[in-house]
């Protein structure tokens, strides 16, 4: 059973940075694609980034120049690094395996308010 577990999330101060981080088991981590999705107060779960087998990575308009993916296979990790954050970046966010996110953690929050 696949198991993948958030971390890195808090609150951030508008123009402020993170990185998230998750670790995965249960499953050959280097052969799936991996996502980063998030969801924000009072909407829906949207697919922001994602990074396949061989590293090259794709990012949602939202967060286009400010995200960075990347994953490490030694270590069943998969990162997410976002610059200038704004308030509008404040949700839950979830690494999931593959594009559908339908096998996800339980989501670190990251709330961005002064």
């Known amino acids: 059973e696949p198991q993948l577990v958030e971390s890195g999330?808090?609150?951030?101060q508008p123009g402020g940075s993170l990185r998230l981080s998750c670790k995965v088991s249960?499953?050959?981590f280097r052969m799936h694609y991996m996502s980063w999705l998030r969801q924000a107060p009072g909407k829906g779960l949207v697919r922001i980034s994602g990074i396949d087998q061989t590293g090259n990575a794709d990012?949602?308009?939202?967060?286009?120049?400010?995200?960075?993916?990347s994953r490490d296979n030694t270590k069943?990790?998969?990162?997410?690094?976002?610059?200038?954050?704004?308030?509008?970046?404040?949700?839950?966010?979830?690494?999931?395996?593959n594009r559908d996110g339908l096998d996800r953690g339980r989501g670190t929050h990251v709330n961005v308010s002064s």
Do not use: H
């Not at 990012?59 to 993916?69: E, F, P, T």
């Not at 308030?87 to 979830?94: G, K, N, R």
């Open 9 to 12: 999330g808090g609150l951030v």
């Open 26 to 28: 249960g499953f050959t």
């Open 59 to 69: 990012y949602a308009d939202s967060v286009q120049g400010r995200a960075s993916i």
């Open 76 to 97: 069943n990790t998969v990162y997410l690094e976002m610059k200038n954050l704004q308030p509008e970046d404040t949700a839950v966010y979830y690494c999931a395996r």
